[in-house]
């Protein structure tokens, strides 16, 4: 890889992809065809207020590109979205063609991305709909007349899209613990976006074929405003004097709320009734370089690291194409603020084998919050993938004493009986484990780690310090460690 090439200029000089992914090479296959599962029924819906019609791509037949066109007019342009109409029916949950007259769900669909491209509000989305230098984009959707949605209309149509996405489909990821996660319906509309660039050539077959995967956590903030950073599932309980509600603020030494007043007898007033799932989290991390400034003792002069958010958590699975040089978002999901990532980032992977049956993993990588033996035994048993997760630290590891014992130190590097490090001998891809040796280090003049009290050194009674070892004692690691640990493999 030439790294002192963009993006941009990498992928043109990929004789690949210029071939399938240019203009000139996509001109025999346009337009590009949403592609509608099979087993997807038709909409009930006969008559619609618009009718989206694939228009064509008239005007980028000439020598060049009009250099006025976005990215989002190019899709407008080369990708026919008659095949979306009947998965979003289905996904609004219309099974009768009786009733209201809607809009059609593909103009709505596409009005929404128009208005995500430009970073707009509903209001001023519709707005721009209304001028007449935007009647193309109209046309395109498929409004004619005038006659557009109103922001009710939009924002009925995204909630309703919303609620229906989870719905009874449960993930088995733990049958002992009995830990299920609701599947989330919306992936639908993903996985097909992503088969679409896939059958079109855009994904590199190296991606595909030996993909790596990146689930990745974003934080959303609520549109409620923050009124108690304790609000918890039992503040949305009715109250009442012979059951009264519990307080999570008062079991935090906080003031709280009695809740005994008339605007707390279903809700307590202090939470969101908008946004009944969001939670409160304070933020530490983040995905910037360490400041140089920053002290070493964690010391910020009175100011706790990191920022509060009230809201939300997305959770995408990511697959990285290095030799395109961008990313895909397989599959998402979304929960509170504050909850963990481990089971649903599971869950998320034991979907790809039914969502992408052609997609062949190569290894996951992940920050410590997947580092947790659910995600890890999913990765390593299920889509016999390496793990590249960031380790996670434990209480544990700070007793040294310990690591002899368990065999293994602070950062999953093996330790023997006498306090003595093993030295990295590759990666067995065959057999999926990481080789170590000792390579007779307690006769070479190394220090161990520490030392063990009672054994004499150098020791003299290793088993492994005869010839028939030349390498000394080898350990191979795979799936966990003896002790049965995996977090830090």
Same mark, same amino acid.
């Given at each position: 890889m030439a790294v002192d090439l963009s993006a941009l200029e990498q992928r043109a000089q990929d004789p690949l992809f210029v071939a399938q992914c240019s /203009?000139?090479? %996509?001109?025999? #296959? *346009?337009?590009?065809?949403?592609?509608?599962? $099979?087993?997807?029924?038709?909409?009930?819906?006969?008559?619609?207020?618009?009718?989206?019609?694939?228009?064509?791509?008239?005007?980028?037949?000439?020598?060049?590109?009009?250099?006025?066109?976005? /990215?989002?007019? %190019?899709?407008? #342009? *080369?990708?026919?979205?008659?095949?979306?109409? $009947?998965?979003?029916?289905?996904?609004?949950?219309?099974?009768?063609g009786r009733g209201w007259v809607p809009f059609d769900p593909v103009s709505l669909f596409l009005l929404h991305g128009w208005q995500l491209d430009n970073n707009w509000s509903r209001a001023e989305t519709l707005r721009q709909l209304g001028k007449p230098a935007n009647a193309g984009y109209a046309r395109r959707f498929g409004f004619r007349d005038g006659c557009f949605p109103t922001e009710g209309g939009l924002r009925y149509f995204l909630t309703t899209l919303g609620s229906n996405s989870t719905g009874d489909d449960t993930v088995t990821v733990d049958e002992e613990q009995g830990i299920r996660i609701a599947i989330q319906q919306l992936n639908q509309l993903m996985v097909q976006s992503v088969l679409l660039l896939h059958e079109a050539g855009f994904v590199s077959p190296e991606a595909w074929e030996k993909a790596l995967l990146c689930p990745d956590g974003m934080l959303h903030e609520a549109a409620s405003r923050l009124r108690c950073t304790s609000v918890s599932e039992t503040c949305y309980q009715p109250t009442s004097p012979v059951r009264p509600r519990p307080c999570p603020a008062k079991q935090k030494k906080r003031r709280g709320c009695d809740c005994d007043t008339a605007a707390c007898a279903q809700i307590c007033h202090h939470a969101t009734p908008r946004d009944p799932e969001a939670r409160y989290v304070w933020y530490t991390g983040s995905n910037q370089p360490g400041n140089p400034n920053e002290p070493i003792d964690g010391d910020q002069g009175g100011q706790p690291k990191g920022r509060g958010v009230y809201g939300y958590k997305s959770l995408r699975l990511q697959l990285a194409d290095p030799v395109r040089r961008f990313s895909l978002t397989l599959l998402g999901d979304y929960m509170p603020a504050n909850e963990r990532e481990e089971n649903p980032g599971a869950a998320l992977l034991l979907q790809l084998e039914s969502y992408y049956p052609t997609l062949h993993v190569d290894a996951v990588a992940g920050d410590a919050g997947f580092g947790y033996d659910l995600p890890l035994h999913v990765i390593y048993a299920d889509l016999q993938a390496r793990r590249v997760v960031d380790l996670r630290a434990h209480e544990t590891d700070k007793d040294k004493q310990q690591w002899p014992l368990r065999g293994y130190d602070d950062r999953g590097r093996p330790i023997c009986p006498f306090g003595y490090a093993y030295v990295a001998n590759g990666y067995d891809a065959a057999r999926r484990r990481y080789k170590w040796v000792c390579a007779h280090a307690c006769q070479n003049k190394s220090q161990p780690v520490l030392r063990v009290d009672g054994a004499h050194y150098p020791p003299r009674e290793c088993p492994y310090l005869g010839s028939e070892h030349p390498f000394g004692r080898i350990v191979n690691v795979g799936e966990r460690f003896s002790d049965g640990s995996m977090r830090l493999v």
């Open positions: /203009l000139d090479g %996509l001109r025999d #296959r *346009l337009p590009l065809r949403w592609p509608t599962p $099979p087993d997807t029924p038709p909409s009930p819906k006969k008559r619609y207020r618009s009718q989206y019609v694939y228009l064509g791509w008239d005007d980028l037949k000439g020598s060049s590109i009009p250099e006025h066109l976005s /990215l989002f007019d %190019l899709i407008l #342009r *080369l990708v026919d979205f008659e095949g979306v109409r $009947p998965v979003l029916a289905q996904l609004l949950g219309w099974t009768s």
